[in-house]
């Protein structure tokens, strides 16, 4: 079986449907049937890949956002972001930027960050004159912030297939996901420029002290997990659990988390690992089997033959992670990907945690992009909208983030910067 | 009771065996979700609690993923909450639409036979292997992924049958909502 019709064959069941992990696991399990690997082999890489310590932090992750979740965590944030901005022109397009990156240190989803803070923030601007186009496009551009700020579910699978430190991508990942949300802050800005006819409120004081009091202990989490991992106290997956353990203590004592809710939770969790999961499983047997074709190495010398300047390697990195993740999921991509790029950067000399912080930031992009962009599919179910009135209100929140990729290519060292200085 | 009606209107054993199955595929997978959470935890406060650790925390934690990831495919074939590119739904139309979804079922029921295969085989092979910390025997770890690939098949063939003799059901916006948040 040659390496081009394993390719189209995983082309063809993507397009028609099959299951991303499925559709990567039957041509790669068709090829080792063709050339004779012995029973079993396959199953045994498979688990031996998805049997790794790191990506523990996966499903611990999932869980401490659908704890966040379920405990109210997202209606406390957005209370204590209106009494701040409530005043200011455009403010509920500030306080969506605010709650989604008070509720990314939470959470490493972009999928449920839309999910959980789209119901609230959506009706909330629409109902205060903002235009629909607006919402849709701010909500799903700053759901984005999710999967990059620590912590991040791609960056732990970036960092498990990858073997760096989940913590130095970790903090590496903070200053881009703050350039994000400054991004979306100022496209905000120019948006809501001499827009009068916008609902503001009075500020107070005493409003302020009863939201920011109620907020103190849920940005506690974020607290023990990054001074966890980055004081030496735990590791990236003790972290998680560490988080997840101080949510249910939370949820129980806010009593918004029930015994009942307990199987909704786990349910949830459970769902979106096995399925985020299954496609990393699947992609290690992908990626043995381009290992075998030698696949790194002819791309590396293909690569290398169209130009030896690192930068230029970087701008195509970006090309190739926007195209793939506009027709494939971020999490496929990753582990698709990862693999073959890696050792074709270490030839470039360039640094495997900017390499992860540029790749997971432009496929995030294709989360908001046709035809698989899955946080425009939960914002549509949301809105009751159609597909391009997401997609073409989120065009001007994407602009930064091109531009932050462009930051991230150019200058690589500024990102790298805080992982130095804390020795990671 | 003719094969529509089957589908339509399940006989109630049926609907609760079906039910029941399901339950269980999960209850396993977040049996391991739990161990999982409660072994990385234990590994957390070990470092600073006075007696020694247990070494084999982390290598069921790890097994523990395993399980959870494979245990439950089959219950994500039939929630349809597997991630895939679900351009064909937006085909007009409904009779392609049936025929893609068949296929595609029936590909996954294919795939979920051969590991099957692949599990069964290092379920029988792999018994004399102990792990090094907990000396579990190595066949467990595809034993119990082995439940999933098996739901995987026969969940897969009957969705195909279920798409072939019902068609492709028209999602409700919040059936559509309820399937993305969970996924």
Not at chain 1, 76 to 100: C, E, K, P, W
């Amino acid at each position: 079986m040659s390496l081009l019709v394993l390719c189209l064959l995983i082309a063809l069941l993507l397009v028609i449907r099959v299951p991303v992990a499925f559709a990567f696991l039957g041509p790669s399990l068709l090829y080792m049937i063709t050339t004779d690997q012995s029973v079993g082999l396959a199953l045994r890489l498979v688990a031996e890949e998805t049997a790794s310590f790191p990506l523990l932090a996966v499903p611990l992750f999932i869980l401490l956002g659908c704890l966040a979740n379920h405990a109210g965590i997202a209606d406390r944030l957005f209370d204590f972001a209106l009494a701040l901005m409530g005043r200011v022109r455009g403010n509920l397009g500030y306080v969506t930027i605010g709650v989604s990156m008070g509720f990314s240190w939470m959470s490493g989803s972009a999928v449920a960050d839309a999910a959980a803070l789209g119901k609230l923030q959506i009706p909330a601007m629409l109902r205060n004159g903002y235009s629909k186009r607006f919402a849709l496009g701010l909500t799903g551009a700053a759901s984005l912030i999710a999967p990059v700020m620590p912590p991040s579910i791609p960056a732990v699978i970036y960092a498990g297939l990858a073997a760096v430190s989940t913590g130095a991508l970790f903090a590496a990942s903070v200053v881009p996901a703050l350039i994000m949300a400054l991004g979306l802050c100022i496209v905000v800005f120019l948006s809501v420029r001499g827009k009068d006819d916008l609902v503001r409120a009075e500020f107070s004081w005493p409003r302020v002290w009863q939201t920011g009091k109620r907020v103190i202990a849920p940005l506690g989490a974020p607290v023990v997990i990054l001074g966890g991992i980055l004081g030496g106290y735990f590791t990236p997956t003790e972290a998680a659990a560490v988080g997840a353990a101080y949510m249910l203590v939370l949820g129980v004592c806010y009593r918004t988390l029930r015994i009942r809710d307990f199987p909704k939770v786990l349910t949830e969790t459970v769902v979106t690992t096995a399925s985020i999961m299954l496609i990393v499983a699947a992609a290690s047997l992908l990626g043995y089997v381009f290992a075998l074709e030698l696949v790194p190495q002819r791309l590396s010398e293909w690569v290398l033959d169209l130009t030896t300047n690192a930068t230029v390697f970087m701008l195509l990195v970006f090309a190739l992670s926007m195209i793939l993740g506009t027709a494939l999921d971020a999490i496929a991509v990753l582990t698709l990907t990862v693999p073959i790029l890696l050792p074709i950067s270490a030839v470039y000399g360039v640094d495997p945690i900017a390499l992860g912080v540029l790749m997971i930031v432009s496929q995030m992009i294709g989360l908001l992009t046709p035809p698989v962009g899955t946080v425009i599919f939960v914002l549509q179910a949301i809105a009751r909208a159609r597909m391009s009135e997401v997609f073409w209100g989120s065009v001007p929140f994407l602009i930064p983030m091109v531009l932050l990729c462009f930051g991230i290519i150019f200058w690589p060292d500024a990102i790298l910067y805080l992982p130095k200085e804390l020795g990671l | 009771m003719d094969v529509r009606s089957l589908f339509v209107a399940p006989p109630r054993w049926l609907s609760v065996v079906v039910r029941w199955v399901t339950r269980l595929e999960l209850a396993i997978g977040a049996a391991a979700l739990l161990l999982i959470f409660f072994l990385v935890s234990m590994q957390a406060l070990q470092r600073y609690l006075p007696f020694d650790g247990w070494p084999w925390t982390g290598e069921l934690a790890t097994f523990s993923l395993v399980w959870l990831t494979f245990v439950v495919a089959g219950v994500l074939v039939t929630s349809d909450s597997h991630i895939s590119i679900e351009m064909i739904d937006v085909v007009p139309s409904p009779p392609l639409r049936r025929i893609v979804r068949v296929i595609s079922c029936l590909i996954v029921a294919a795939i979920g036979i051969g590991l099957t295969i692949e599990a069964w085989t290092l379920t029988e092979e792999q018994g004399v292997l102990k792990s090094p910390a907990l000396q579990m025997p190595m066949s467990w770890l595809y034993a119990i992924s082995l439940i999933g690939f098996v739901s995987v098949v026969v969940r897969a063939t009957v969705a195909a049958a279920r798409y072939a003799i019902v068609g492709v059901p028209d999602e409700s916006i919040d059936e559509r909502l309820d399937r993305d948040v969970v996924a």
